[in-house]
């Protein structure tokens, strides 16, 4: 069994930084590709963040490109999601993301491409 835990969401103002953390552990060995996602009731989970299993390679979406910064700890599951300058509409429950796979080192977008999801951590931005 792996268990992935996000914690580091709360309640914070416009224009603020907060920082999430992500850990898979259990029955899982070597280091993984991992990602971040997030949804808002009524809508669709959405790409936020992803990063490669060596560490050198991120990708992002285009509403959170430039504020926001993936990484992770060296030969470990263990990510990070370092949000700025955050705004109302990145309010969401986040989810963090891994993928089973022990070789290549692509950097995944898809949620299809991942086995094992947290439970979700909150993040809410105010006005």
């Known amino acids: 069994q792996v268990q992935v835990v996000e914690s580091g969401g709360e309640l914070v103002q416009g224009g603020g930084s907060l920082r999430l953390s992500c850990a898979a552990s259990g029955r899982i060995f070597g280091w993984h590709a991992m990602g971040w996602f997030r949804q808002t009731p009524g809508k669709e989970r959405e790409f936020v963040a992803a990063?490669?299993?060596?560490?050198?390679?991120?990708d992002y979406s285009a509403s959170v490109k430039g504020r926001f910064t993936i990484s992770r700890e060296t030969a470990k599951d263990t990510v990070f999601l370092q949000m700025n300058s955050l705004k109302p509409e990145d309010t969401a429950s986040y989810y963090c993301?891994?993928?089973?796979?022990?070789?290549?080192?692509?950097?995944?977008?898809?949620?299809?491409?991942?086995?094992?999801w947290g439970q979700g951590n909150q993040v809410t931005v105010s006005s």
């Open positions: 990063i490669n299993r060596s560490g050198g390679r991120q």
């Open positions: 993301a891994v993928d089973a796979k022990i070789y290549g080192d692509s950097v995944l977008t898809n949620m299809e491409e991942y086995d094992y």
